[in-house]
Each structure stands twice: as structure tokens, then as C-alpha cells.
């Protein structure tokens, strides 16, 4: 008998100890993840550059020396455009640890809180609606911590601006062309909202909006679909060099191949529209020579 009762506070006692191992345990877990809770870095925010020289010191240095005293300082787009095809860039990516520093720096350097909401709504229809919700959650504590008002965004339904009916018409027919039997779904949104209502608004001009479309195309690597936006973006009055220029942005904030991927259609798009000149100048010579 006393035997027995012996084995039982043995047994009792071995639970105690096991029930304290596990307690401890327990509060030791609870401790470390406390402890990498505080210590865990906000990847919601760029690292300053003294914070990236603690992690690699080379690229402290390309930051600050290249992108921030060289890049940012080049003439051949104006710090408001450059800001533009950055956050568009970010925004395509849906690389939202950088999206805080540059949609201040944006709003910094001219970007107005109504452009700015206009480039994450054309970003939607370019790069998805997730990423504009993603870009959405970053600027909403931005634009409170600006006290941005309501009046200070962009309309919902403004007033849009009229299009040119034989440009229309070849556009619509193309994407019947290209679309029609495979998706009439994307034909009827293509017509009616993309082009019928988005890229009729006015709070963007249309260089700007060209602008951003072109920097989502080069920055998700859509080569195909380049052509046609870059095309549209100079008819709506964006320079070569401000089009190469992008380029020249882009290889940094969305990296090498896909501008290497991108440059043959910018070459042969410039290449293009420089014979037509060429000949529309000619053709004008002519005429005059000829007194017609």
C-alpha cells in the first residue's frame, strides 16, 4: 500500500514538472515573439540610407550618389513627370514597401492628391484592381495626415472630354478586329468604360495619362501593347526625349530587362513617326514648289 501511494506522488509530481517545463516554455515562445514584434523592421516603409549601409553598403551608396543626386536631377523630364512615372511604376508592381516615400515625394514635387488618385484609378484597368487597392491603402493615411479634403480629389463623374469621331471609329473596329470573337465581354468594357469613359477624364491630361499607361506597359514587361500607347502618348504631345527618358527611370525603379525588353519598340516606334515627318515634310515642299 505505501508503495502505491509513493508511485502516485511520483506520478503527480512528474506532471507538476511538466506542466512548469511547458508553462515556461510557453512564456519563453510568447517572450521571443514579443521580442521580434518590436524588433521586426516596418516593411511598409523605405529604409533611410543609413539603414540600408548596416545591411550592404554599395547600395547606400548607388542611393544616395546615383539615384537621389544624379537620376532625380536630370533636365529631360521635370520632377513632377519623374514622380508620376515612379508611383506608376511602384503602383504596376504592386511594390508597396515604397509606395509612402514616393507618393510624399510625389505630392512633394507637384503631383496634386487629385492626379495622384487619378493614377492609382488608371493603374486599375492597367495593372488590376488589387494593385490599385493595395496603392489605395497606402495613400488614404497620407492624404489624412495632409488634411487633403474632399474637393481636392478628382470628381467622380466629371465632365468628360469629347473624342474625335474618326479616331473613334478606327479604334472600336480595331478592337472588334482583335477581340470580338474571343471575348465581346472585353470588347463592350473596352468601348464603353476604358476608352468611352476612363480615358476621357479630364483631371489627368491626356500626355499624363498616356504617360502612365506606357510606364505600366514597360514596367510589368507588356512589349506588345507598348506600341499603340507610346504612339497615342506622342499624339498627345509627349516628347522623344521625355520618352526615352522614361526608359532611363524605369530601369532603375523596375529594372534592366524590362526596359532592355521594351527599347526595340521604342526604336521602332521613333524610327516610324521620324520617316513620317520625314515625308510629311517632304510632300509639304513639294506643294509649295508646285504652287498647289
Known sequence: MPKRSIGLGSRLSAVAVALACSTGASAATDTADDSAKTT????????TLQQISEVAPALSRYSRDVIRDDLWQRKALSTHDRALVTVAALIARDQTGDMTFYFKKALDNGVTPAELGEVITQMAFYAGWPNAMDAV?????IFEARHVS??????????LAPVDKQTEASRKASVEKIAGQASPGVVTFTNDVLFGDLWRRPVLSPRDRSLVTVVALVATGQAEQIKFHLNRAMDNGLSQDAAS?????????SGWPKVFSAIPVFKAVFASRSQDSQAGATDQQTTSDTGQ
Open 40 to 47: 521586426s523592421p516596418d516593411l511598409s516603409q523605405t529604409p
Open 137 to 141: 491603402n497606402v495613400a488614404r493615411p
Open 150 to 159: 474632399a474637393d481636392q480629389l478628382a470628381p467622380n463623374k466629371p465632365d
Open 245 to 253: 527618358e522614361i526608359l532611363t527611370q524605369l530601369a532603375f525603379y
